[in-house]
């Protein structure tokens, strides 16, 4: 039986962004499920009857129903081990274990004031301290992890992992916040602007009409 991934808006559902580019990217098999988000009860209550979290994405497979986009990895990676969606050196797994945790738990700053929304026009904001520190802080782990375990392919780990799908939305963010990165953080940026699953994702994005008010306000 298919997988099926039920996920938000893709201009704005970052969270969604996540395990939708690491199912795609790693090849793995899926039909998609999207729920426009913030638009009232109805869709609410069929959010909360896939998941009583109240969240996307959750992935459906059978019997078996997995709510939150790092569990999501985990789990693909889990059922899918041909698909490498971890480096497969011990030590690189765990580095990209932490990295993705530290993303999942954390950059609240910049999640709050550079909210994803990739039909944003490109321009700067003002931004607090504590969101350019988020800023510096992952630029300072592309580049460790591009300069530490790069060698093999243009990913953080080389080959596309579960990491670069979790920072996949932080590289729409940069863009459209015009971020001014390092040249390493650039070129990484550039191989994940031109992922395929990257840039299948950004169109449909683009081609969404729902427009949510309340993320439109910078
Ligand atoms: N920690 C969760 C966060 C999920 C989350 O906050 N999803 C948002 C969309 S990006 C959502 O479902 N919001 C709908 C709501 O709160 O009603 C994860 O990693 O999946």
Redesign the pocket.
């Known amino acids: 039986m298919a997988l099926t991934l039920v996920i938000?808006n893709k201009n704005?559902?970052?969270?969604?962004m996540?395990?939708w580019m690491a199912l795609k990217a790693a090849g793995i098999a899926f039909d998609e499920i999207v729920i426009p988000?913030?638009t009232g009860d109805a869709d609410?209550q069929r959010?909360l009857d896939v998941t009583r979290?109240?969240?996307?994405?959750?992935l459906i497979d059978g019997d078996v129903t997995v709510?939150?986009?790092?569990?999501?990895i985990e789990y693909a990676a889990e059922r899918f081990p041909d698909a490498r969606l971890w480096p497969q050196n011990v030590a690189a797994r765990a580095h990209a274990r932490s990295i993705s945790a530290e993303m999942?738990s954390g950059f609240m700053a910049l999640r709050n004031e550079c909210g994803?929304n990739i039909h944003r026009p490109i321009r700067s904001k003002s931004l607090s301290d504590d969101a350019k520190a988020n800023i510096a802080r992952i630029q300072q782990i592309w580049t460790e992890c591009r300069a530490q375990h790069g060698g093999q392919g243009p990913y953080l780990f080389g080959s596309f992992s579960g990491a670069d799908a979790m920072f996949a939305p932080v590289v729409h963010r940069f863009r459209t916040y015009a971020i001014d990165v390092a040249p390493p953080v650039r070129a990484y940026m550039e191989t994940m602007l031109a992922n395929a699953a990257f840039q299948e994702w950004t169109s449909a994005a683009l081609a969404e009409a729902l427009v949510i008010e309340k993320f439109e306000v910078d």
């Not at 979290?53 to 959750?58: E, R």
């Not at 709510?67 to 999501?72: E, K, Q, R, V």
């Open positions: 938000g704005y559902s970052s969270w969604s996540r395990p988000l913030y609410k959010i979290s109240g969240k996307v994405p959750a709510w939150d986009s790092l569990a999501i999942h994803m």
